[in-house]
């Protein structure tokens, strides 16, 4: 028999086809990436992109250490990271004979998936809080039909989507377990650096993004640089795991106005996920939470000196330049032979909003720069065509919620 999974709440090895009972014996956990994929990664590849990594020497003196890395993911298609996880979910869609997704996002997942299933002439749903200022920029595409949710916040429309359950649509919020081989396409690129990076910093929501990083590197590299997460205040739930020594954390109720800046790293139903507390253990890492959006200017200044960087355009959005905001603002932390990876997890042309009022002495390089090296995620919006566009009540009777978009898939 071959084992596919390990259960990180009991050390179980179980086979693909035992998933559904086994989260049976974790019942109240059933919603949380608790499976870690024991399966050669070479066998899942899907996705090859070449992400630049540039190393900077201001920022490597400024902290203190022997060099830095910057990993720009804003370079992806859809100028984020979540290209890798909607990449892996079209090659499981394509393999099912699937052409609609459907996914709970209000930022990069939505505009990652919109951009992908277009390239490929598949459809998506998404679900948005109606508040959300993606909206308009979303409306732009017309392979997708945006149900915005009236006086809802982000767990209410992930909560929606979840619960959609259509043949033919495939949940592109798919479990951690399924999504993580996707990243291994990003650790690849970290093997090939020398020397090798003895940190790994990145802001994060639910810790995909590391979580498939460590994956990668726990079949290629030994040791595995330390994963360090990295948390806005009061809204980082890996934070409260550690500190309490529990796998599972689930925060309550978050700080909006100090994430305000950085929406990419409110983790979904704000929960951390044994995944990421399984590769901090795996590595021997640690997380630098507590920022607040006066340390993600700092290190928008700190950006801003080194010209070789904002004259390629590598210049993330708030939610992407945390990890460099904690490396500066605890660079006590490290000593002169550390070598960091820092990842810029997300463009800033994905958020220029957040960028004019978080740190508006950059919007005249970002835009200039961008321009230069015809860096473009600007969408053309109509005002005029909004009919892609459904507003409902988050307490919508799921039948007509179904209904709503069976009808759609057919038009
Ligand atoms: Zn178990």
Redesign the pocket.
Known sequence: MSFEYK??????L?TSDQITL??Q??ADTYEYA?LWPINDPFIDFCYDVDIPIYSSKIIADTIGVKKVYILDEGYNYSGSMKDYLVKRSIDIGIKNNIKFFNVASSGNHAISLAKLTQLYDYKAVIFIPASSVKIKLLSSFDNILIIGVRNSNYEDVYSLSNQLDIEGLFNANASNEILIPGLQTVSRQICSLSPQPTHILAGVGNGTYLSGITWGLEHTINPIPKIVPVGMNNAFPFENALFNKVKIFKKKSYDITNVYEAVGSIAVESFNSPHLYHCIKLSNGFVFGNLINNDLRKAYLLLMNDINLTKKCVIPEPTGIMGLAAALKYKKAFTGDDILLISFTGHALTSILSIKRLIPEIYNTLIASARINKKNFSFQINNNKRRNIIYIDKDIKMSMLKTIVQNWMCQ
């Open positions: 259960c990180l709440l009991c050390d179980r179980i086994h989260k014996k974790h608790t």
